[in-house]
């Protein structure tokens, strides 16, 4: 705490402004503040006390886990081609994905996302013809 009223009287920060730039980057109470530095930029950087940063894979000793990207392969409705191939994905397992969802045709689709080992992820068009979804 004595380290952000030094960095409040500082920066001529009222105490408001400080707790929007803080919430901003998840920090709902002071305590949990180590170090505060207020960039060029006017953005705020936050080092949490340890107690409070989260832990990660190499904190908790587990195996690396493959990061992928996800991609959208429709949107509102359009098939994106350029990601299907990015990906080395079909039309057809695309169609064979959303039918299995329970839809018949790509334009039923707002937006469907693809993630390397997970199911495609669709989000319908909501009232469309008057439906109601049940996500």
């Known amino acids: ?10 920066n ?16 709902f109470t002071l305590q949990e503040v180590e170090f505060a530095i207020l960039e060029a930029n006017g953005e705020l950087s936050v080092l949490k006390k340890s107690d409070y940063q989260t832990p990660t894979r190499k904190d908790m000793k ?6 992928n990207l996800p991609a959208a392969l429709i949107n509102d ?9 990015e990906k080395n994905l079909t039309k057809e397992w695309v169609m064979e994905q959303i039918n299995a969802q329970g839809f018949d045709r790509i334009e ?3 937006y469907a996302e693809y ?9 319908p068009f ?4 008057h439906m109601k979804w049940d996500g």
């Open 1 to 10: 705490m004595h380290l952000i009223l030094q960095f409040r009287k500082k």
């Open 12 to 27: 001529n920060l009222d105490l408001d402004q400080l707790q929007h730039l803080l919430r901003v980057k998840d920090v």
């Open 62 to 67: 587990l195996s690396p886990k493959e990061v």
């Open 77 to 85: 409705g359009e098939l994106i081609e350029d990601n299907l191939r």
């Open 108 to 110: 039923d689709v707002f």
């Open 115 to 123: 993630e390397k080992g997970e199911d495609l992820l669709i989000y």
């Open 126 to 129: 909501l009232n469309r013809n």
